[in-house]
């Protein structure tokens, strides 16, 4: 039983057909790629093969808790999504406002395997019922807002005229959820009503009046007939509209969306949405009507498009905002990123992250032991780096000292961390690139690093060693990535992304213990995307060489405090950069906490980054970061 | 009779496609894969995005599939296997394969999508570099054969086939092929990871099933071409004509689903610049050299 | 005859095709569809000259203006402000000069129609095979001179267009 299913008798024909749909999975992962790598999973090998838009998936597969932002995003993902469409959950219960799991199973591979039979058994059973239900939640609604042609910047909920030139607003459709979302987003350029119309030309002639214009200069407009003040010409007669004589939304199509079946569900197809906004195109007109044409007067371009933002290559050109997250392929899971377009060229962008801010203590107390817990499980991406730092800032504040064993049993962890933490950026980075090869062969290599032990490590060293050869030696790898996404020196640059400009920003430089075990920090200097993807994979090299110096891997226990009180701070080279945590110890409890991540400030880059690239570039220097959403604090 | 026949070989040489494009994908051999994928997506919803421009939405998908069919027409697998031997068959060739780019044109604006739309832009771009490099290599190999037939092209290649005689066209016209079926690394318009499908991205069910055929035919299609325009056609020793033509053209389709998975994808700025600076240069030298070969050695 | 009338059937069919769709261009709203009905009006006479056994200007026809009528598509929506398809931008304008314009042309086309001498009747067409080779012929002998002029204009044109479409850009800027 499936409660996507689609809508029929599941007899004769329609059994066969749900029989190939349960062999052939193909699935949308929620958050993404990413997190289901770092939670050591291989979906793919597991029977579901993964696809990019959500109109070609059949599975949404949900990957540990997220968040209810994300929750949101996720729900738009199902609504588009073609019946018949099931929900696998693996390892959560709260869903909210999506509907209740299909198959629910734990976060493990064995998990996914056992989940995804059930699966297969539930839509060669129940891919088709009688009588079916349409999903509905309150993100899924379209909005009416009015907005002027001329100036974008007013917008109101009530139709009526612009405050500024006078002329009557015009409808056009936003998400209900796009307020909430992202309160920030000023509706600017963007959101044009695009009409295809689709069988009505006429409907705009009715309430049209008579005015006179000059044909010189449109901007003449009098009920009177006369000459131009401007140029005395006389004026020509035009039927002026009363340009909301029309309703978009009565013209358009959604409720014809599904030709071929009967229940009416208006769900799907039919929203605008954080997710991952097909109908992000929702445009707005910019009313050629009145400017309109005498009879004898040529419609000038330049008229219509003065007020349009201009690109740097001076074609106006209505400029777009396009969603890329939470959940697109290829960047990191989570990320909400919206680009505008201007054609091909990104003319703007708005990033943020839509995962849960991790609440720190601020004068409230935690024990030592749930404050470890939080800040870990805050990074999937990372979770030893943070328990470490969590750890280390109270030894700080407490005053102790761990002796060198356990130091080096934690870097040899950390050390371990960096190796899966920059395998899952390359497969990830691989997706992005379109380079199959990297994503599968990354993604493999990442899970089994993820709980080896220091032998097995080792021994893995051959198979690490002729991936970097292999990609360094890739045809194309060096024209797609060389000169993208170039940095100049900058403070605010972390970890790799800083050392690929020449900074020598390491917090392990400045560990006597790193130091001891030989540690130099490794830089290159031509700060793009390329030098990006090199210091990584020369970091992966190196951390095998330093877990082999540490010569131990040791899963932290974190040290007692007792009841100490004081104030301490630390720093730990996360596999993103140098995350910094002050806290202040009040018998044996935290009590406030500051925490600043690499990921906080590399988001800022987005802007500089994407600006006037082309849309491909722009996603490549985004990825190239190796942002993690989870970490960043806003 | 013919065409029933050719019809049925394009389905199955339709199938051997989707089922290496998947052993190129995971390295595995999975027979069934192709046919449950189809019939499940038969059996799927076919959503109709908000406000498309129904008729180009509608017509996208078969359009590509009529446009890849109908290139097929003049392609001879045998000396008598050939739908129509036109006079004008090269140049037909072309003049199908061309509605590909309507086709894709239409789907990008069709469904009112971001992702959608840009993809059929970028395929504008794409195929109208691309397209000079199928047509320049396809006059020099017309000019050894003295003819636009089909069938005059094959035998005109007895002696030597045209991957030796004019090498430099054979690569070309290659990566054309591949930029034309946007096969992947020059898979810019139904890029994944940029454009979540692209003009693909809003086809579900029957649409989808119709458009991932048409691409399929299409690749085979190619393939086809390549085949008769540069390896002999059907001509081999020891084997029948209609063997030579399946092994070769599977052969060729093999290579060129393999480079996909094993590349990045192209930059949009360097594909393009790859066409117009290199290749279209290069396409005039081989035709040059062509000429002064067929001068030289008549 | 009836294989006269199948012809005249064919040809008949794609020329109304041809002058509906160029209708088609000026009824609709949207930049996209106006290009591709242009594009199927061309593709018609296309058919039409295949209809009339001349099947190399008929498939040449066919090919060239799928891949110009599409880069119209593309400049016709970055120019005239139409990507995301605006839908409500009236194709007409300059209206009671076009429709003299037009009558006068299409007045002067059927009385060339009418009145040139087109001399006897064909009686049969060379095969598709034979008119390749004597539009070859044609091509590269008596008419090279015009064609090659032709085409050096044309060309000479895009460039001196492209060129004056730039320079007010960097007057501009200075």
């Known amino acids: 039983m499936i409660v996507g299913a689609r809508q029929g008798k599941l007899s004769g024909l329609r059994q066969l057909v749900a029989k190939a749909m349960a062999r052939d999975l193909t699935g949308f992962l929620v958050p993404g790629i990413d997190i289901a790598h770092a939670r050591g999973l291989d979906v793919e090998a597991a029977g579901v093969r993964l696809v990019a838009s959500p109109r070609h998936a059949s599975v949404l597969l949900v990957v540990g808790d997220i968040s209810p932002a994300l929750r949101n995003a996720a729900a738009v993902i199902y609504a588009q999504m073609a019946r018949p469409r099931a929900l696998l959950v693996l390892g959560t219960d709260d869903l909210s406002p999506l509907p209740s799991a299909d198959v629910t199973a734990e976060l493990s591979q064995p998990g996914l395997i056992d989940g995804i039979a059930q699966l297969r058994i539930a839509f060669a059973e129940g891919a088709f019922r009688p009588e079916v239900t349409d999903f509905d939640a309150p993100m899924l609604h379209v909005r009416v807002e009015y907005t002027c042609p001329m100036h974008p910047e007013v917008v109101q909920d009530e139709p009526g005229s612009c405050p500024k030139c006078g002329m009557t607003l015009e409808p056009r459709e936003a998400s209900a959820n796009d307020v909430d979302s992202h309160p920030h987003e000023t509706h600017d350029h963007g959101s044009h009503s695009h009409q295809h119309e689709a069988n009505d030309h006429q409907s705009m002639d009715h309430a049209a009046s008579e005015e006179y214009t000059c044909p010189m200069h449109p901007e003449v407009v009098q009920s009177e007939p006369g000459s131009c003040p401007k140029c005395g010409m006389t004026l020509e007669p035009r039927k002026a509209k009363a340009s909301k004589a029309h309703d978009h939304a009565s013209t358009d199509q959604s409720d014809m969306n599904h030709g071929d079946m009967d229940h009416g569900d208006m769900d799907h197809g039919d929203m605008d949405h954080s997710g991952m906004d097909h109908s992000g195109m929702d445009h707005g007109d910019m009313d050629h009507g009145d400017m309109d044409h005498g009879d004898d007067a040529f419609m000038s371009m330049i008229d219509v498009t003065k007020d349009l933002p201009r690109s740097s290559d001076g074609l106006p050109m209505d400029w777009i905002d396009v969603p890329f997250g939470p959940f697109f392929p290829g960047l990191p899971s989570g990320l909400l990123l919206t680009l505008t377009l201007d054609g091909d060229t990104v003319a703007g962008s708005n990033a943020g992250t839509l995962t849960d801010n991790v609440t720190l203590p601020h004068r409230s107390a935690l024990e030592p032991l749930s404050f470890v817990a939080r800040l870990s499980n805050m990074e999937p991406l990372a979770p030893l780096a943070y328990h470490f730092l969590a750890s280390q800032a109270m030894e700080n504040a407490a005053g102790i000292d761990i002796t060198t064993t356990a130091a080096h049993g934690r870097i040899g962890a950390l050390e371990r961390e960096r190796i899966t933490s920059h395998l899952g950026w390359l497969a990830l980075f691989g997706q992005q690139m379109g380079f199959d090869w990297l994503l599968r062969r990354a993604a493999t290599m990442q899970l089994k690093f993820r709980y080896a032990n220091d032998q097995q490590i080792m021994a893995l060293k051959p198979d690490l060693a002729s991936l970097i050869k292999r990609l360094r030696r890739t045809p194309l790898l060096k024209s797609r990535n060389a000169g993208i996404g170039r940095l100049a020196q900058d403070n605010a640059l972390r970890g790799p992304v800083a050392r690929a400009v020449g900074i020598d920003n390491d917090a392990r430089s400045t560990n006597p213990v790193y130091t001891a075990l030989g540690f130099k920090a490794i830089s290159r200097d031509s700060g793009d995307s390329m030098a990006r993807l090199q210091v990584r994979l020369d970091e992966l090299s190196q951390s095998l060489a330093l877990i082999d110096a540490a010569g131990t891997i040791e899963l932290p226990e974190p040290t007692a405090i007792g009841s100490a009180t004081g104030a301490g701070e630390a720093f730990v080279e996360t596999p993103r950069g140098a995350a910094h945590l002050y806290l202040t110890l009040e018998k044996g409890l935290v009590v406030t906490a500051q925490l600043e991540t690499p990921s906080t400030h590399h988001l800022t880059l987005i802007d500089t980054l994407t600006k006037q690239q082309s849309l491909g570039d722009a996603l490549l220097a985004v990825g190239s970061l190796d942002l993690s959403p989870w970490e960043i604090r806003q | 009779m013919t065409t029933a026949l050719i019809l049925l070989l394009l389905a199955v040489g339709a199938y051997l496609v989707a089922v290496i494009e998947a052993w190129t994908m995971n390295g595995r051999w999975q027979l069934a894969a192709p046919i449950t994928a189809g019939i499940a997506l038969l059996g799927r919803e076919s959503i109709v995005p908000r406000k498309p421009d129904r008729v180009f939405f509608e017509v996208a998908p078969v359009l590509l599939l009529i446009s890849a069919l109908l290139a097929a027409t003049v392609l001879p697998l045998t000396p008598g296997l050939i739908i129509t031997d036109l006079a004008t068959g090269v140049l037909f060739i072309n003049a199908a394969l061309v509605y590909v780019l309507v086709a894709l044109l239409m789907a990008g604006w069709g469904p009112n999508g971001a992702y959608a739309m840009i993809g059929g832009w970028r395929f504008l771009g794409q195929l109208i570099a691309y397209a000079m490099l199928i047509v320049m290599p396809v006059t020099a190999v017309a000019m050894r054969a003295e003819s636009l037939l089909t069938t005059q092209i094959v035998t005109s290649q007895a002696d030597l086939w045209n991957i030796l005689y004019q090498p430099l066209g054979f690569v070309l016209f290659f990566v054309a092929a591949m930029a034309l079926a946007f096969l992947p690394p020059f898979d810019l318009t139904t890029a994944t990871s940029e454009l979540a499908g692209g003009v693909e991205a809003e086809y579900s069910g029957v649409r989808l099933a119709v458009f991932r055929l048409g691409r399929l035919v299409l690749v085979i299609t190619l393939a086809a071409t390549i085949v008769v325009f540069y390896l002999g056609g059907w001509q081999g020793p020891w084997l029948p004509p209609w063997a030579w033509s399946a092994i070769k053209i599977l052969a060729v389709t093999a290579l060129m689903l393999l480079a996909g998975p094993a590349l990045p994808r192209v930059r949009e700025a360097d594909l393009l610049s790859l066409c117009w600076k290199l290749g279209i240069p290069l396409a005039l030298l081989n035709i040059f050299v062509v000429g002064l070969q067929v001068l030289v050695w008549p | ?174």
């Open chain 3, 1 to 174: 005859m009836a294989m006269i009338s199948a012809q005249t059937f064919f040809i008949s069919f794609f020329g109304l095709a041809a002058v509906w769709f160029g209708i088609v261009v000026f009824r609709t709203h949207s930049m996209m569809r106006s290009a591709l009905a242009l594009l199927f009006s061309q593709t018609a006479i296309g058919a039409m000259f295949i209809g009339m056994q001349a099947e190399f200007l008929g498939v040449l026809q066919i090919m060239m203006m799928a891949t110009e009528m599409s880069i119209m598509a593309i400049f016709m929506v970055m120019f005239m402000m139409d990507p995301g398809g605006l839908g409500k931008m009236d194709m007409t304008h300059q209206k009671r000069r076009s429709v003299i314009t037009g009558l006068v042309a299409f007045l002067a086309i059927v009385a060339v129609a009418l009145f040139t001498n087109w001399g006897t009747l064909a009686g049969s067409v060379p095969d598709s095979a034979q008119q390749i080779e004597d539009l070859g012929l044609e091509l590269m002998g008596r008419s090279m001179l015009i064609f090659e002029t032709a085409g050096l204009t044309l060309l000479t044109a895009m460039i001196a267009a492209t060129a004056v479409a730039v320079e007010p850009l960097k007057r501009n800027r200075n």
